[in-house]
């Protein structure tokens, strides 16, 4: 069984988030302030790790100040924050959706792969795209769109803006050009990702090491299904662990499974670096009354948004799946993602892969801890252990 924790970064993935992050106009300092606010406990080892990446930030800045206007048309994560929310377009040109899929591998040899598909399989590639991101609607037996006057067809049909459809019909058939600028901005920045090395290198064996410990004397699977929620059946190939530097407050696990539900690659689980050093976006263990505060106002802050509320009450009492949630909601499964990170990070839910879906379902506990520290602090209730 394959078992491998990584000591270096994948650039292809870096170069991803960070254009995601200029793109959308969101800040490292912003991610620090909350995070300081959550984990206060942690404070020192979060401000170490983020003067690094507010470093890298601002000399992104300065690096790609030709390439903004592209990188934003690319990357941006258009009509965010509404319940039309849509995918970035880069995504399309990758023709992945999720960037697990390409752990390991460089910009370069992504291009070369993407390139040497069929025409069939990059019209089933990008319909598959457009069936996660632009339908409230989930069909069991949809057939696979194998011309590109099917793929045509499917996007006329989803629910993306006009505006959107117009882009992704040029992306559709002058894909060659957009290939071309796009892996051109990733290669450049992989090359700038590079210059960082040996800023990162330390960063890189506090979290090599965290994992060699931490998977000593418990199994990779065990742990995944406590720390993260996540109900999977552990993978006879094993498992690859990768560090994640832009996102270092965040996870994410991916296995690959077949139509025949077999699955024959390892799981590729990648972790923030402030998870080698006990900060958990999950918001596990016992909290101060500070950090309980703070945990208790951003998950009010979150159900205060009646669609994620919706979701919830939804799946309180049973599992459901993407697409099942956007057909009950009336949205698209892009936007249902959305909610979902929102209230993943919160704690809020827990997750089960089951073949190729991912189920959600409430987290109980996360929800009576919330309410029992409301009922103490603005009612003056105090519990049994009070």
Same mark, same amino acid.
């Given at each position: 069984?394959?078992?491998?924790?990584?000591?270096?970064?994948?650039?292809?993935?870096?170069?991803?988030?960070?254009? +995601?992050?200029?793109?959308?106009?969101?800040?490292?300092?912003?991610?620090?302030?909350?995070?300081?606010?959550?984990?206060?406990?942690?404070?020192?080892?979060?401000?170490?790790?983020?003067?690094?990446? $507010?470093?890298?930030? $601002?000399?992104?800045?300065?690096?790609?100040?030709?390439?903004? $206007?592209?990188?934003?048309?690319?990357?941006?994560?258009?009509?965010?924050?509404?319940?039309?929310?849509?995918?970035?377009?880069?995504?399309?040109?990758?023709?992945?959706?999720?960037?697990?899929?390409?752990?390991? %591998?460089?910009?370069?040899?992504?291009?070369?792969?993407?390139?040497?598909?069929?025409?069939?399989?990059?019209?089933?590639?990008?319909?598959?795209?457009?069936?996660?991101?632009?339908?409230?609607?989930?069909?069991?037996?949809?057939?696979?769109?194998?011309?590109?006057?099917?793929?045509?067809?499917?996007?006329?049909?989803?629910?993306?803006?006009?505006?959107?459809?117009?882009?992704?019909?040029?992306?559709?058939?002058?894909?060659?050009?957009?290939?071309?600028?796009?892996?051109?901005?990733?290669?450049?920045?992989?090359?700038?990702?590079?210059?960082?090395?040996?800023?990162?290198?330390?960063?890189?064996?506090?979290?090599?090491?965290?994992?060699?410990?931490?998977?000593?004397?418990?199994?990779?699977?065990?742990?995944?299904?406590?720390?993260?929620?996540?109900?999977?059946?552990?993978?006879?190939?094993?498992?690859?662990?990768?560090?994640?530097?832009?996102?270092?407050?965040?996870?994410?696990?991916?296995?690959?499974?077949?139509?025949?539900?077999?699955?024959?690659?390892?799981?590729?689980?990648?972790?923030?670096?402030?998870?080698?050093?006990?900060?958990?976006?999950?918001?596990?263990?016992?909290?101060?009354?500070?950090?309980?505060?703070?945990?208790?106002?951003?998950?009010?802050?979150?159900?205060?948004?009646? +669609?994620?509320?919706?979701?919830?009450?939804?799946?309180?009492? $049973?599992?459901?799946?993407?697409?099942?949630?956007?057909?009950?909601?009336?949205?698209?499964?892009?936007?249902?993602?959305?909610?979902?990170?929102?209230?993943?990070?919160?704690?809020?839910?827990?997750?089960?892969?089951?073949?190729?879906?991912?189920?959600?379902?409430?987290? %109980?506990?996360?929800?009576?801890?919330?309410?029992?520290?409301?009922?103490?602090?603005?009612?003056?209730?105090?519990?049994?252990?009070?």
């Amino acid at each position: 069984m394959r078992a491998e924790i990584k000591k270096e970064l994948d650039y292809l993935l870096e170069v991803y988030q960070l254009f +995601s992050l200029l793109a959308n106009e969101k800040t490292c300092a912003e991610t620090e302030k909350r995070l300081l606010a959550k984990c206060e406990n942690r404070a020192e080892e979060i401000s170490r790790v983020f003067r690094l990446l $507010k470093k890298i930030e $601002k000399e992104a800045q300065k690096t790609f100040r030709r390439e903004k $206007k592209e990188i934003e048309f690319y990357f941006k994560d258009r009509n965010e924050g509404t319940e039309d929310a849509e995918e970035p377009l880069a995504d399309f040109i990758l023709l992945i959706s999720n960037m697990v899929h390409f752990m390991g %591998k460089s910009a370069g040899e992504v291009k070369a792969e993407i390139e040497g598909i069929s025409e069939e399989e990059y019209c089933i590639r990008f319909g598959e795209i457009l069936q996660r991101f632009g339908y409230n609607i989930y069909d069991m037996k949809r057939e696979l769109d194998k011309t590109p006057g099917e793929v045509m067809k499917r996007l006329l049909k989803t629910n993306l803006s006009d505006e959107t459809k117009v882009l992704l019909q040029d992306i559709f058939w002058n894909r060659e050009e957009h290939r071309e600028k796009l892996f051109g901005l990733m290669e450049k920045g992989e090359v700038f990702f590079r210059r960082f090395e040996e800023e990162i290198s330390p960063e890189l064996t506090v979290f090599y090491d965290f994992w060699v410990k931490k998977l000593e004397n418990q199994s990779f699977f065990d742990y995944v299904r406590k720390e993260f929620q996540l109900n999977i059946e552990d993978n006879e190939n094993g498992y690859e662990v990768w560090p994640a530097l832009i996102a270092s407050n965040m996870a994410g696990f991916g296995r690959e499974i077949e139509e025949d539900g077999s699955c024959h690659k390892c799981d590729i689980l990648c972790t923030g670096l402030l998870f080698a050093m006990g900060v958990n976006p999950l918001h596990q263990g016992k909290k101060s009354d500070r950090e309980m505060e703070n945990y208790a106002a951003e998950v009010l802050k979150v159900l205060g948004d009646r +669609s994620k509320f919706e979701i919830l009450s939804y799946i309180s009492d $049973k599992r459901a799946y993407g697409s099942e949630l956007a057909k009950h909601m009336g949205l698209t499964t892009a936007t249902i993602s959305h909610h979902m990170n929102a209230l993943y990070t919160c704690g809020l839910v827990e997750l089960e892969k089951e073949n190729n879906r991912v189920f959600y379902r409430a987290n %109980k506990q996360a929800v009576e801890e919330v309410l029992e520290y409301c009922r103490r602090v603005l009612l003056g209730e105090r519990g049994d252990a009070g």
